[in-house]
């Protein structure tokens, strides 16, 4: 993506929304993934915002996880 097409993240609200987001993808990252969902967590890693599907491709991550105890 060039540069000038980059907007700046100013809002607080956005800011805390990455920053949950991030913390999440951390957690999952502690757990043994499964190939395509190590893929998947390493494309959400470079991304500066979410799109509604990745935020539901993350949350159907953590159904499937859980809190990684019983994998």
Partial sequence: M???R???IDSQQTQ???REMF????RLMECQLDPI???QIEILCRC??????QKEALSTMEKVYGKCETL
């Avoid at 913390?23 to 951390?26: A, D, K, N, T, V």
């Avoid at 500066?48 to 599907?53: A, D, E, H, I, Q």
């Fill in 23 to 26: 913390e999440r993808i951390g």
């Fill in 2 to 4: 060039k540069q000038d």
């Fill in 37 to 39: 969902d190590e893929a």
């Fill in 6 to 8: 980059i907007k700046p």
């Fill in 48 to 53: 500066s915002w979410f799109t509604l599907r």
């Fill in 16 to 18: 805390a929304e990455i």
